[in-house]
């Protein structure tokens, strides 16, 4: 069964609001969880690493302005796209592992369509 | 720059023709690669490998990794259509868990 939840799968929206998009393990505990985005025919891209209890390690080019994640509880992490664009229209993507040395297990994605 | 490059990006084949796709890496630090078949929604994992020439194989899948050439082979054998999918292949990289990944292999098997 799943081990990444991911809520919710898809968003349409306007211009200029902002989407939580939240992503739990399930029946484990994940102090490191990983935020992607996959454009239409590309890979997935590495955005940021959510850090249990500290601030997120973002990937060059990437806002954290933009781009804000919470990471508040060992099963939780957020991102929240703030004052979205058209052009943040994309797949976003969580993962998390359970352990060291074991590997990503990924949510279902969230769909995120700004008109 | 840390790059995996997939190929073929595309590939379409009868049920019942076997497959192989192809992975190769150019990491600074390397810990392992890891196999993903994506469908609709989220990519669920195939493989993990870390040592070079042991095969890791799980029905009609199979993958080896080759660490002094730097890549990795999927194989599928006896292809069903739903098989059909994007195989990504991703390398994490050590200190860090950080995966990156190719642009995938888009398989299609026609019945």
Same mark, same amino acid.
């Given at each position: 069964?799943?081990?990444?939840?991911? /809520?919710?799968?898809?968003?349409?929206?306007?211009?200029?609001?902002?989407?939580?998009?939240?992503?739990?393990?399930?029946?484990?505990?994940?102090?490191?969880?990983?935020?992607?985005?996959?454009?239409?025919? !590309?890979?997935?891209?590495?955005?940021?690493?959510?850090?249990?209890?500290?601030?997120?390690?973002?990937? !060059?080019?990437?806002?954290?302005?933009?781009?804000?994640?919470? /990471?508040?509880?060992?099963?939780?992490?957020?991102?929240?796209?703030?004052?979205?664009?058209?052009?943040?229209?994309?797949?976003?993507?969580?993962?998390?592992?359970? !352990?060291?040395? !074991?590997?990503? /297990?990924?949510?279902?994605?969230?769909?995120?369509?700004?008109? | 720059?840390?790059?995996?490059?997939?190929?073929?990006?595309?590939?379409?084949?009868?049920?019942?023709?076997?497959?192989?796709?192809?992975?190769?890496?150019?990491?600074?630090?390397?810990?392992?690669?890891?196999?993903?078949?994506?469908?609709?929604?989220?990519?669920?994992?195939?493989?993990?490998?870390?040592?070079?020439?042991?095969?890791?194989?799980?029905?009609?899948?199979?993958?080896?990794?080759?660490?002094?050439?730097?890549?990795?082979?999927?194989?599928?054998?006896?292809?069903?259509?739903?098989?059909?999918?994007?195989?990504?292949?991703?390398?994490?990289?050590?200190?860090?868990?950080?995966?990156?990944?190719?642009?995938?292999?888009?398989?299609?098997?026609?019945?």
């Amino acid at each position: 069964g799943a081990v990444v939840s991911q /809520h919710p799968s898809r968003v349409i929206c306007k211009s200029g609001t902002s989407v939580k998009i939240e992503c739990r393990s399930l029946d484990f505990q994940a102090t490191t969880m990983f935020w992607y985005r996959q454009f239409p025919k !590309q890979s997935l891209m590495l955005m940021a690493t959510s850090n249990e209890g500290s601030k997120a390690t973002y990937e !060059q080019g990437v806002e954290k302005d933009k781009f804000l994640i919470n /990471h508040a509880s060992l099963t939780l992490s957020t991102l929240t796209v703030t004052s979205a664009h058209p052009e943040d229209s994309s797949f976003y993507i969580c993962s998390a592992t359970r !352990q060291v040395n !074991q590997p990503q /297990h990924f949510g279902d994605g969230t769909r995120l369509s700004i008109l | 720059e840390d790059k995996v490059v997939q190929s073929p990006l595309s590939l379409v084949v009868h049920e019942g023709d076997t497959v192989t796709l192809n992975c190769s890496y150019e990491v600074t630090n390397f810990r392992s690669l890891l196999w993903y078949k994506q469908e609709k929604k989220a990519p669920t994992f195939l493989f993990m490998l870390t040592s070079s020439g042991i095969e890791k194989k799980s029905g009609r899948l199979s993958s080896i990794l080759d660490k002094k050439e730097l890549f990795s082979i999927l194989n599928i054998t006896a292809t069903q259509t739903g098989d059909s999918a994007i195989y990504l292949c991703a390398v994490e990289l050590g200190g860090s868990e950080k995966l990156v990944f190719g642009k995938g292999t888009k398989l299609t098997v026609n019945p």
